[in-house]
């Protein structure tokens, strides 16, 4: 049983490259999230998507984008990383009673 | 004013002391709260929730929440070892069509033995 799925575990990149960021899983949830994770700042949301074909911006969404490739699949993609960028990424789905997020293991990106 | 406040901690017990975490919130609107534990480079991970005021029990962790006060709890008895870990709060309204949970920065408690 995976659960969430993150691809990859780790990730250094050079300012101004680009990179995407793959999540699946295997629960059958319609929602599905990405947040970013940094010292003394908790978890931020970056973008969800409340079912398949629709995203909607979170806390943090500039320098992002995301797709919901279909019900599984949830990515998102750094056009241009910059060094702020550096965090720990998680991606999570959601029960449908709206009660417990499955998280995946993380992507430690380190933008240099 | 944040939506949803925790202190951050870090917090520092000896092994088998009793543990209490604590949140507070600010939109009454919030119905369904819980607690999840990270473990040093893993993903958050439930442990409890609960959507009514009061206690709920499970093991040595209790929940505890306080609608009036907007307040919520967790406390840990016979605290162990294994229990090192940041613990975060989180919270959503019911019926609110899958968006998200809104979570407090974490509290990392640390047990010595």
């Known amino acids: 049983n995976a659960g969430v799925t993150q691809t990859p575990k780790f990730q250094v990149l050079k300012t101004g490259q680009s990179m995407t960021l793959q999540c699946a899983q295997d629960?059958?949830?319609?929602?599905m999230y990405w947040y970013r994770q940094d010292p003394g700042m908790g978890l931020r949301l970056i973008y969800y998507?409340?079912?398949?074909?629709?995203?909607d911006k979170g806390e943090v969404p500039n320098g992002y984008n995301v797709s919901r490739l279909n019900k599984r699949e949830f990515s998102l993609r750094l056009e241009s990383a910059a060094p702020s960028q550096t965090s720990v990424y998680f991606c999570?789905?959601?029960?449908?009673?709206?009660?417990?997020?499955?998280f995946g293991q993380g992507t430690r990106l380190t933008v240099v | 004013q944040k939506e949803v406040e925790q202190d951050p901690g870090p917090l520092s017990v000896p092994e088998g002391a009793i543990v209490s975490l604590n949140c507070t919130y600010s939109?009454?609107?919030?119905?369904?709260f819980m607690w999840y534990r990270q473990y040093s480079r893993k993903g958050p991970e439930l442990l409890m929730y609960?959507?009514?005021?009061g206690n709920k029990e499970d093991g040595r962790f209790t929940a505890q929440v306080d609608k009036s006060s907007k307040y919520i709890s967790l406390f840990i008895r016979d605290s162990q070892p294994s229990d090192s870990a940041t613990y975060l709060c989180?919270?959503?309204?019911?019926?609110?069509?899958?968006?998200?949970?809104?979570f407090g920065k974490g509290t990392r408690l640390s047990v010595i033995a």
């Open positions: 629960m059958n949830h319609n929602s």
């Open positions: 999570a789905s959601m029960t449908g009673t709206n009660t417990e997020a499955f």
């Open positions: 939109n009454s609107a919030f119905q369904y």
């Open positions: 989180a919270m959503t309204k019911p019926n609110s069509g899958n968006t998200p949970l809104v």
């Open positions: 609960t959507y009514s005021s």
């Open positions: 998507s409340a079912s398949e074909g629709t995203t």
